[in-house]
């Protein structure tokens, strides 16, 4: 039987960029979405085989060993969600051989934690910013007084947070306000914030738990702000990069992870890089690496199958990339927080985007009508809220 590629994760840009680095090589993948979605966009790509619709991480790998477990051939997994590779993970044990998933041996749920991720990058000599771990729920009137401000919280993990739990406070005043606010994540990392000079991630594959590791640039964000979702140049790593390069390595061989991920840095004011966070997955921002030239998904893809992914990575050239995360961009655009020049201008002169590509539009066409009636919405709210 036919090898296969099965993607998990929810119906977000993630996953449809490794169904598009999949499909410039001609190979359809099967796709499992988890979450409630009704129509997804994702599965409008005309690079989807088959697709499977779950409502949870829990569901996606069930659905995973009953349609695929006694398949013949190897079924290559990639995820594209903090949940899906967590869940897949926990599971290691009672999955088929044949299925091929990342992992960490069963240890992707601790490493998730960002206080036992700072801890992994500390024993590698990483730099990481002061930080301190905070319940919520038990903050009353005061909070720790070895804080730094101004100071960003982060959610401990995010398999139990999000974006909401993320803020920039200048003051206990203002930290106590936040977390007195009703948070999903039942613990909070108050981190000393660090004025950066620019903002970087590494993109790459870890093969064999870290034995074999390849990274073939980073992008380099100048723009302020505590999230990624602007332009940013794609370029590969020289000297100033090689330390914290080969002690992110480091980190990766000790945490034994085998699959795609990103690391999360910033360069401070004061010329030190310090470790932010790694996402063991792929990254949202990655196909800019298959337009760079380097298709690791590919690669992932051969070195599980038995392929020759080394002739696949010796015939890859390296191509500076600007990259645009399209949709959003334009609703911050939008939003008033760019102007229309800015976008218009960074957007024409971009050559890699997150939804948008010549080859297989109908996922951007169906995502951007649904963008548009989201905006008119809440305008119209707003207005109707305005006049009451």
């Not at 001609?26 to 499977?52: C, M, R």
Request: a neutral charge; proline letters at 4%; aromatic letters at 12%.
């Amino acid at each position: 039987m036919k090898d296969k590629i099965v993607i998990i994760g929810g119906d977000h840009h993630n996953t449809l960029g490794l169904v598009r680095s999949y499909g410039i090589k001609g190979i359809k993948a099967d796709v499992i979405l988890i979450g409630p979605t009704v129509d997804g966009f994702v599965l409008k790509s005309k690079y989807v085989g088959e697709g499977f619709r779950v409502q949870s991480p829990q569901e996606a790998v069930d659905c995973l060993i009953n349609h695929y477990g006694n398949d013949d051939g190897i079924v290559v997994v990639q995820t594209s969600s903090d949940e899906a590779g967590a869940a897949l993970d926990d599971a290691i044990e009672i999955i088929p051989s044949r299925i091929k998933i990342p992992n960490a041996k069963g240890r992707l749920s601790y490493l998730m934690n960002k206080d036992n991720m700072c801890q992994v990058a500390k024993s590698v000599e990483l730099n990481v910013p002061q930080y301190t771990l905070v319940h919520p729920a038990e903050i009353v009137d005061k909070v720790d007084g070895g804080i730094i401000y101004p100071c960003i919280t982060k959610a401990i993990s995010s398999l139990d947070g999000g974006k909401s739990d993320t803020t920039i406070c200048h003051s206990a005043h203002e930290l106590i306000a936040f977390l007195k606010k009703g948070h999903r994540c039942p613990n909070v990392i108050v981190e000393q914030f660090i004025e950066k000079e620019i903002e970087f991630q590494f993109f790459g594959l870890s093969l064999n738990g870290g034995e074999d590791i390849i990274i073939p640039g980073h992008s380099h964000i100048h723009r302020p702000g505590i999230q990624n979702e602007y332009y940013f140049p794609y370029i590969e790593n020289d000297e100033s990069f090689a330390d914290t390069l080969s002690k992110a390595k480091d980190f990766i061989k000790k945490a034994k992870y085998s699959g795609l991920f990103s690391v999360e840095f910033l360069r401070g004011k004061d010329g030190k890089d310090y470790f932010l966070e790694m996402n063991f997955r792929n990254d949202g921002n990655a196909i800019c690496v298959t337009d760079a030239g380097f298709n690791l998904p590919y690669v992932w893809y051969l070195y599980q199958t038995g392929g020759d992914y080394q002739s696949e990575l010796s015939k890859s050239q390296f191509k500076a990339i600007e990259f645009c995360p399209d949709v959003i961009y334009f609703y911050h655009m939008m939003n008033g927080e760019l102007s229309f020049k800015e976008w218009y201008h960074t957007t024409k002169r971009s050559n890699s985007f997150t939804m948008f590509y010549k080859g297989d539009n109908k996922p951007f066409w169906y995502n951007m009508k649904a963008n548009v009636r989201g905006f008119a919405s809440s305008i119209v709210k707003r207005i109707l809220n305005i006049k009451r």
